[in-house]
C-alpha cells in the first residue's frame, strides 16, 4: 500500500519568490509519482510525473520536481512564481503493478501568490 | 485530441435517489478509474476498469458501483443517496504507465 503526506496545507508567497511544495511518499514497490494542480471549480491537471530515468522533471510552466528515493520524496519548486499560479497542489503515487493501477493522493497544498 | 469528457457538470439530487455519471476517456485509452473529492476526505480512490473489467476498487460501500463499455466509456452509479455523498467525481484514463488524464468532474449535491 501507498501513501502520501503533503507537509504544508496553504503556502503564502509574494509573486517573484521561489516556491517549494514538499511531499513525502511511503510505499513497499516501486512508485511513480504525479504532481497535479487544480483550479477552483475545475478538474486535476497534470502538471509534471516521474515514471523512470532522469530523478528531476519539469513541466513546460516552470516548475520542477525531484525524485528522492532515499528520502522518499518528491518536492515540487519554482524559482518565481507569479499571480497565475494560486491554486491547489496535489502530489500523488501509483504502485508500479501490472494491474490494477490507482493514485495515492496527499491531502493538497494551497499555494497562494500575494502581490 | 480531445480530452476525458464528463457528464452532467453539475447535478443536484434528492436523498434516497439513484445517479448515473458518465465518462469518456480519450481515444485509445483502455483504462478508466474514478475518484471522489470532498473538503473532508480529499480525493479518494472509487474504482478502475480496464478493458470493460473492475480491476481496482477502493473502500466504497456496495451502493456505488461502475462498468466500462466496449468503447471504453464509463459510467459510475451511485444507489439510495445520502447527503454525505456530495462531492466532486473525477474520471481519469490512462495509457498504462504513462500516468492519468482527469475530466473536469461532475459536482454531485444531494439535498
Known amino acids: 500500500a501507498q501513501s502520501v503526506t503533503q507537509l504544508d496545507s496553504q503556502v503564502p508567497v509574494f509573486e517573484e519568490a521561489p516556491v517549494e511544495l514538499r511531499c513525502n511518499y511511503s510505499s513497499s514497490v516501486s512508485v511513480y509519482l504525479f504532481w497535479y494542480v487544480q483550479y477552483p471549480n475545475q478538474g486535476l491537471q497534470l502538471l509534471l510525473k516521474y515514471l523512470s530515468g532522469s530523478t528531476l522533471v519539469e513541466s513546460i510552466n516552470g516548475f520542477e520536481a525531484e525524485f528522492n528515493k532515499s528520502q522518499t520524496s518528491f518536492h515540487l519548486r519554482k524559482p518565481s512564481v507569479h499571480i497565475s499560479d494560486t491554486a491547489e497542489y496535489f502530489c500523488a503515487v501509483s504502485g508500479r503493478m501490472e494491474y490494477g493501477n490507482k493514485l495515492v493522493f496527499g491531502a493538497g497544498t494551497i499555494l497562494r501568490v500575494k502581490s | 485530441k480531445a480530452g476525458v469528457t464528463q457528464t452532467p457538470r453539475y447535478l443536484i439530487k434528492t436523498r434516497g435517489q439513484q445517479v448515473t455519471l458518465s465518462c469518456s476517456p480519450i481515444s485509445g485509452h483502455r483504462s478508466v478509474s474514478w475518484y471522489q473529492q470532498t473538503p473532508g476526505q480529499g480525493l479518494q480512490f472509487l474504482f478502475e476498469?480496464?478493458?470493460?473489467?473492475?480491476?481496482n476498487k477502493g473502500n466504497f460501500p456496495g451502493r456505488f458501483s461502475g462498468r466500462q463499455f466496449s468503447n471504453s466509456r464509463s459510467e459510475m452509479n451511485v444507489s439510495t443517496l445520502e447527503l454525505g455523498d456530495s462531492a466532486l467525481y473525477l474520471c481519469a484514463s490512462s495509457l498504462e504507465g504513462a500516468g492519468y488524464t482527469f475530466g473536469s468532474g461532475t459536482r454531485l449535491t444531494v439535498v
Open positions: 476498469y480496464f478493458s470493460e473489467t473492475q480491476r
